[in-house]
Nanobody, 115 residues
Framework: QVQLVESGGGLVQAGGSLRLSCAAS????????MAWFRQAPGKQRELVAS???????SYANSVKGRFTISRDNAHNTLYLQMNSLKPEDTGVYYC?????????WGQGTQVTVSS
């Protein structure tokens, strides 16, 4: 079992920055890759960014150049640095961990970007 707890969400004006954190605990040795997803009101959950065990990253086109995903393996923490935020970045952001047998989700943290 893997437990994921997100933090760092909040209300920010357009153009501002936030850094999300996701603390992982439990069977963290089994985690292959981690990712951030988000879900805006009335929309489907979408992949924002992912990072593999080797450090390879990928981003949704909508956040490329503005968001950076990183992973601190020593502290079992995943980060998402979000810069130049836009109102369309508003939503609940979820941490996601992928293991060979199961995938895990955090409870989510709300990000609201005002115009």
């Amino acid at each position: 079992q893997v437990q994921l707890v997100e933090s760092g969400g909040g209300l920010v004006q357009a153009g501002g920055s936030l850094r999300l954190s996701c603390a992982a605990s439990g069977s963290i040795f089994s985690i292959d890759a981690m990712a951030w997803f988000r879900q805006a009101p009335g929309k489907q959950r979408e992949l924002v960014a992912s990072i593999g065990n080797g450090g390879s990253t990928s981003y949704a086109n909508s956040v490329k150049g503005r968001f950076t995903i990183s992973r601190d393996n020593a502290h079992n923490t995943l980060y998402l640095q979000m810069n130049s935020l836009k109102p369309e970045d508003t939503g609940v952001y979820y941490c996601h961990a992928i293991t060979p047998h199961l995938n895990y989700w955090g409870q989510g943290t709300q990000v609201t970007v005002s115009s």
